[in-house]
């Protein structure tokens, strides 16, 4: 008999997508069906999502699915002609900021979101020079690719793009921690716009995450982005903040990451969780701003703000105000951070619980003293969450820090499974 030849999925995947698809875990998850904070694989099994920041009522959330099926029965076109569904949102929205980041225009991912930031920083100033921090992710359009150092562009960096160190709150730069190092980081960009001003590209604008979430979530006080700001501004130059990961409520105090570290962004970029998974991204900015930018280049986006994006985005934004989820993320996370912190009384592995709101997690080191990171042992603790089910990830500077950041439903018993699983895969996992 013939033997019957099957291709797995992820054969499947690599033929038919080509290589370097990445997927997350040793043995990657086949999802076929998600609610609330619950996901299931093709062979029944639950998970919990305590990682996927996309669904952001959680999954399949009713009412998303239902403003986007009405939507969808009624009108879906591209976006060149007058419709409400966009002025709704965009007004709706714009009043979750300060007076002041009043108008927006419509997108379909952060990376795009951040790829008109950098020019209507560059219609603002008339320079090009940018600054990220070398440990962030901003996206992947030809432009944004530049600002990525762990992912290097194949051609090499442009001369315009400048780097700072990551702030890392357990390994300060300079060695203190708090006001210290928030001198030390402007220091830093300082120095960067020194060096495009010298370049002839001058300096056009800083983007940075406001809770630098890529970079590993560091613990800044309110005000650390104060001496950097002021750098920035002396210079002529704009700060793009990416509130991608940490907006709409996620860090439980304030509803944009800007707002907790206690700074007023000139333009913001938002994405991600925006409507609950159906892709959707933003620019805001002042309306001078956005008047700048529209009298430089001529800007038009196909499917940006089109009447479902629209109603998607729209059902997200009530659902997160209506069912008080800024509140649940500060309640359920506080609780989430304080059952790390007792984890850390037994598992010496635990250097340092840090996060906000929704938004938290836990950096591993091999030895405490001399805060060596336990890379590898972070890995294994992820792929041992994942075979116990529990999806969660790991990041940051030295890829140690398992991060959290979960759908804003989350209770305070899913905290209970994530701590308790933690507990036993911490248990089982050689430090080595
Ligand atoms: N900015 C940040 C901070 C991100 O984390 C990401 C995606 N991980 C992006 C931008 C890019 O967003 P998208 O994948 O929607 O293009």
Redesign the pocket.
Known sequence: MDAIVTETLQDRRARLLGPNMSTFYDEPVHLVRGEGARLWDADGREYLDCYNNVPHVGHCHPVVVQAICDQAGTLNTHTRYLHEGILDYVEALTATFGPNLDTALMCC????A?DVALRMAQALTGKTGVIATDH?????TTAVHQLSRSNPPPGGYWDNVGFVPAPDSYRPLGGEAGMAHARAFAAEVEKQIAVLEEKGCGFSTLIL?PFF??EGFPDLPAGWLDPTVEVVRRAGGVVIA?E??PGFGRLGTHFWGHEKIGFTPDIVTI??PMANGHPV?AVVAPRDTMEQFRSNFRYFNTFGGNPVSCAAAMATLRVVQEENLQANAADVGAYAKSGLQELAKRHECIGDVRGSGLFFGAEMVLDRTTREPATAFTKQVANGMRQRGVLLNFLGRHYNVLKMRPPMVFSRANVDQVIETLDTVLAETPLA
């Open positions: 991912t952060g990376s795009e951040n962030t992710y901003h996206g992947n995450c979430a890529n990416d991608v990961q994405g991600k991204a």
